[in-house]
């Protein structure tokens, strides 16, 4: 097993020209599988340290679903953030606030 904060012996910051590259040619599925790995490497390190996550990863996930128009799962990733304690900065805030306009859109879409 990984120490906290790694995938496959490396820290999860860096993959990120590796998930760059998937998404820039467009292979979703395997930057959305490795995505999910840092996701739960960043939670890990957050944990272990007391640190706030990094938004990035989850913000990425958020993107290919949408992509995808899966919008249940890009619904269930940025909850899963949500839940989450928050590095500082701007990018928190505004994937909360997307999460809620995802909700709020989701409801009015109910007959």
């Known amino acids: 097993m990984d120490k906290s904060g790694f995938y496959k012996g490396k820290h999860y910051t860096k993959y990120v020209d590796d998930v760059k590259y998937l998404i820039k040619e467009n292979n979703l599925d395997d930057a959305e599988k490795l995505l999910i790995e840092l996701v739960n490497a960043t939670e890990n390190e ?6 706030g996550v990094a ?22 990733i940025l909850e899963r953030f949500a839940k989450q304690k928050h590095a ?19 409801l009015l879409k109910w007959p």
Request: net charge positive; no cysteine.
């Open 46 to 51: 957050s944990k272990y340290n007391n640190y």
């Open 55 to 76: 938004p990035w990863y989850y913000e990425r996930l958020a993107i290919i679903y949408k992509k995808k128009k899966d919008m249940k799962s890009e619904i269930e």
């Open 88 to 106: 500082p900065g701007v990018k928190p805030l505004k994937l909360l606030v997307r999460l809620e306009k995802l909700k709020t859109s989701t």
